[in-house]
């Protein structure tokens, strides 16, 4: 596995590996890796030749009072996890080599960007938009995968490499979970034991609306009713939304039908979490 720091470095690996005529994979992550990072590693090591791992903390999708500072940073730790599972590159650039002094444009992707964890946090997408368009420049892959769980990220890079004809087919693989429900993320390392058992009031709510879906239930109404009689058995676990939308487009649907998203965002304690379902799957 070859670790390096530079976009012209990431750029020569790439360019050898595919003038061997390997498919690129690609595995974009802020590192504090956990299994369902695996799993999107997993995936790309099937799928293709060569996989790129990338670990960037990226500075503009944090807003001015969220966690950048604290979020977990683990390189040594993540680079194991990664030659554990032969990953061929991993690029990790400084936050300089991502945005040189001076730099001004960004990617925006107009409305889709203002939906769910949008509309909760101004500019996080465009943080997210701009990056990911960096890191597809460089790496060029021909597969890049994301993960489930954050899905208005996944509909967001899909509508971007559809709008700016990225030839990247996007591949979202399933939500890895404990035992217990609760969804894998990098954040769940801030919560205390007693907000761990807390968390999972968010999958109980999304198994919840899920299980009165397939008893017949189209109403979205009573879908989010039904996610909100969970919630309101833990009353330490704020809730910031919980919305049934389209997937591709994440606006609001009235009626869900197989394959709509059901997502939900809450805090626990003072850290915010997301979990999804797609319904009827």
């Known amino acids: 596995m070859k670790i390096v720091l530079t976009v012209n470095e990431a750029r020569l690996a790439v360019r050898d590996a595919r003038q061997q005529g390997k498919t690129i994979g690609f595995v974009p992550t802020m590192g504090a890796l956990h299994e369902g990072h695996m799993s999107l590693v ?3 090591k099937a ?25 977990p940073r683990t390189f040594e730790a993540d680079r194991q996890k990664l030659e554990a599972e032969h990953v061929d590159l991993v690029f990790a650039p400084t936050v300089d080599e991502m945005y040189p002094q001076g730099a001004v444009t960004f990617v925006t992707a107009e409305g889709i960007t203002d939906r ?19 890191l597809f420049h460089i790496v060029e892959p021909d597969l890049a995968f994301f993960g489930q769980k954050d899905a208005a990220q ?13 030839p990247i087919e996007i591949v979202v693989a399933p939500i890895v979970r404990e035992a217990d429900g609760l969804a894998l ?16 009031a968010l999958s109980r709510a ?12 189209i109403d979205s109404t009573r ?9 309101a058995s833990e009353p330490a676990v704020r809730v910031d939304y919980i919305e049934v939308v389209d997937p591709e487009t994440l606006e609001p649907v009235a009626k869900a039908t197989s394959g709509t998203l059901l997502a939900v965002a809450a805090f626990v304690g003072s850290t915010r979490l997301i979990d999804n379902v797609l319904l009827g799957a």
């Open 47 to 71: 799928g293709c030749d060569f996989v790129v791992a990338s670990i960037f903390v990226n500075p503009t999708q944090f807003g001015p009072n969220e966690d950048l500072a604290k979020y």
């Open 116 to 134: 769910l964890d949008g509309r909760s946090r101004p500019g996080h997408f465009r943080g997210v938009t701009t990056v990911v368009a960096k």
């Open 185 to 200: 993320s990098s954040r769940n390392a801030y919560l205390s034991p007693a907000e761990r058992t807390q968390a999972t």
């Open 206 to 217: 999304l198994r919840e609306a899920q299980s009165r879906y397939r008893s017949g239930e």
């Open 223 to 231: 879908l989010i009713s039904a996610a909100q009689e969970v919630f």
């Open 154 to 166: 996944a509909a967001i890079v899909r509508r971007m490499a559809r709008d700016l004809m990225f």
């Open 42 to 44: 997993r995936a790309a």
